[in-house]
């Protein structure tokens, strides 16, 4: 077996973290498959099973796109598949087991085919803890690579093939931006575009700025390049990608740089630019501005908040009083007034008083957003909340989750109702999961559509008269497609 990652292997610091993550220069570089790797799939097929955020599914789509590169066919599923991939999510402590619990099945399909290669990648191969559980209680797991692995990937699985020794290439650096990274988009229509990775903001609950490195961006002109080359392809929308995409082009001494490359994106003439996730710290108006008076822009904001408290908030290491964020929204509001808003909410932070989660209804109450994602608080080894005390029962935590749910689902609903009779231009994702009979697909305002219709295709944008609404999705029929 061969660990690589001394000397990070052993431990998750959060001061040797942050002392890496100060770390001013990274590597920058071309990816070239390596000749070797180049004929690996051939009669070869694989799966790449995917949890978590938006970063994971790229990371998967490139995955995709090195292993259709080494000659690899996709398979439908794991059993038909000779490479199987887990690209996982550390983010909670639920998304962790629940893939502990699907490799400690393939014990038994290892048994069975010892030729089948099982691998495990992302933001859980960052972790040590989970790292060494691997390497001694799931022998089943063939190769773990880490996300600052990515571009090796090649390498390490040619490595795998001609030893057939277990491998851990796991080390945690201050990362690096690698472009020319092949691809294998899951929609011919609609991208995410990497602008950054990584991030600098050690809230004390989250794990990432310790499995994806320190901030760092792209440049300008790659991201541009590759949004051009979607749109010549028949590309229709981007999603710009980042932990923190408000803070794109510090690394790289920009003043503004997030203003200034939605610009640049907006002047691509893409048909529809959306961007995930924001940070209220690094907010500025003149981004807002762009969003207003460019109209390849869509006038939807994920702005995560997580509490309503002051003291909870800097506790959290967020960075900003919650009078800010109260700021934020109301500039926001006055300047796109049409403008969606959703944002994501912690309940149950360690020793979170009742008085603290009153502070979080009040700011629900006052912004109605038109969506949260609600969360309780997991405890993230080695981060410093992991170490908070805490005497907030778990039931008490639940029911406050409830009762912020119940409190969201309210204006979610009021705020769809608003639509009912109103004309919204959707792009079409094809038939609806739930109801074949029906399309759906996301409106400008990122609202998710089911309409009915004829001879729609993915990929068509349609103007969908809104029929009816509940909390999360509304309903409507085609009234004209556009553009065809
Ligand atoms: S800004 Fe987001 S990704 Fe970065 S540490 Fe905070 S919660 Fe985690």
Known sequence: MRVQGFPWYNTLDMEETKIRNRVRSFERDVFEMPEMAADLGKG???????YGCQANVR??????????????????????????????????KAAEDHVFGEIGNLKHR???????????????????AVVERIRTAYPQIDLVFGTHNLDRFPRLLQDFLDRRERTFAVESVPGSVIENLPVQRTSAYKAFVNIMYGCDKFCTYCIVPYTRGRERSRMMEDIVREIKEFKASGGKEVTLLGQNVNAYGKDLGMEDGFTDLLNACADTGIDRIRF?????????????EAMRTRENIMPALHLPVQSGSNDVLRRMNRGYRIERFYELFDDMKARIPDMTFTTDLIVGFPDETDEQFED???????????????????????????GYADGIPMRVK???LQTLNDRISLYARQKNQGYI??????????PSKKNPDTYAGYSEENKLVNFTGRNIQEGDFVKVEITDAKSYTLDGRAAERKGL
């Open 59 to 92: 990371d998967g789509e490139t995955l995709a796109g090195m292993l259709v590169n080494m000659g690899f066919t996709e398979a439908g599923d794991v059993d038909d598949a000779d490479l199987v991939i887990f690209n996982t999510c550390a983010i909670r």
């Open 421 to 430: 009779g109103r004309e919204l231009l959707v792009l079409c994702d094809g």
């Open 398 to 400: 639940k029911e406050r």
């Open 110 to 128: 290892k048994e069975q085919n010892p030729e089948k290669i099982f691998a495990l990648c992302g933001c859980m191969a960052q972790m040590p």
């Open 360 to 386: 979080t209804l009040k700011l629900v109450d006052y912004c109605k957003f038109d969506l949260a994602y609600t969360f309780i608080f997991s405890p993230r080894e080695g981060t410093p909340a992991a």
């Open 276 to 288: 995930y996730s924001s940070h209220p710290r690094d907010y500025t108006v003149s981004s807002i």
């Open 44 to 50: 070869r097929t694989f799966f790449i099973h995917t």
